[in-house]
């Protein structure tokens, strides 16, 4: 049966609203409402998605028909018009009825973050070669806002999110990924929130270097929500765990996109490690 985010509950069970597709791909479809402009087009964004899709955080996941199909999407155009509200997403000729939902938002992960970090570490992959040459210059920022030293942190870490915000090709650049995973893993650990508000607010202004679709992922990160394997994987390293349930974990979070996944991983490493000054301070 149909499923949606809890990001996306309010837009479909109010009064209609039209929206309109900005980017489109053979398994999603992107709307935001009404104004189509670059600038406006993250605000609001709902992911139409194929089952087999990657869940987005404000996405609506459509449900197979008989025999395994599902509405074409391939046959819908940027630009085309489509009606939310009501408790219904209605697109060319096709309406999308949620009945379940699901909740983005990343769990609290009450551990010690440095031996969380190692832990996910040590299963990832190499970080995505467009971005490895920036992950150290935002690893320093953090660590710098983290522990309050002297001089500028944030020109440094607004240096170092500029060096990564739009890097990569497609419609969510591995750059965003990388600093989706560090916002989530910031919002996970609970305890470190100057240092993610200072990479929130940072993040936010520089939004519109980037794609609409993935400006709004990296919204989304900012209030700590994100796909399910991220949520999952953070789930688990915020328990006892065997280290095959950590693999396994960190292995689905790999297979979303081509190479989202390891670079949100990669983000995450680096968010964890910069909450672990603060946790060791509170422990």
């Not at 149909?2 to 309109?20: K, N």
Request: glycine content about 10%; hydrophobic content about 50%; aromatic content about 2%.
């Amino acid at each position: 049966m149909p499923a949606a985010s809890t990001t996306v509950r309010a837009l479909l069970l109010g009064p209609a609203r039209v929206l309109r597709v900005v980017a489109a791909t053979p398994r999603a479809l992107y709307l935001a409402p009404g104004d189509t402009r670059p600038a406006a087009a993250s605000a609001g964004l709902v992911a139409l998605l194929a089952p087999d899709a990657v869940r987005v955080p404000f996405g609506v996941v459509l449900d197979a028909r008989p025999g395994g199909t599902t509405p074409h999407l391939a046959s819908v155009a940027v630009g085309d018009e489509a009606v939310a509200g009501d408790g219904v997403l209605r697109l060319c000729g096709f309406a999308v009825r949620p009945l379940r939902w699901w909740d983005p938002g990343v769990p609290p992960v009450h551990v010690v973050a440095t031996r969380v970090a190692a832990d996910l570490a040590a299963h990832l992959p190499s970080a995505p070669p467009e971005v490895v040459g920036a992950l150290p210059a935002l690893a320093n920022a953090l660590r710098r806002v983290a522990t309050g030293v002297a001089g500028s942190p944030r020109a440094d870490l607004a240096a170092a999110v500029r060096g990564l915000v739009g890097r990569g090709p497609g419609l969510t650049p591995t750059g965003d990924d990388v600093l989706a995973g560090a916002l989530c893993a910031l919002a996970a650990t609970r305890s470190a929130a100057t240092t993610r508000r200072a990479l929130a607010d940072t993040v936010l202004a520089e939004m519109h270097r980037t794609t609409p679709v993935s400006a709004a992922l990296l919204g989304e990160a900012v209030h700590g929500r994100a796909v399910p394997q991220l949520v999952d994987l953070l789930r688990t390293l915020g328990r006892p765990a065997a280290a095959q349930r950590v693999a396994a974990a960190v292995a689905a979070l790999v297979g979303v996109g081509h190479t989202s996944g390891t670079a949100l991983g990669h983000g995450l490493v680096l968010g964890l490690q910069a909450a672990a000054p603060v946790t060791r301070a509170a422990a």
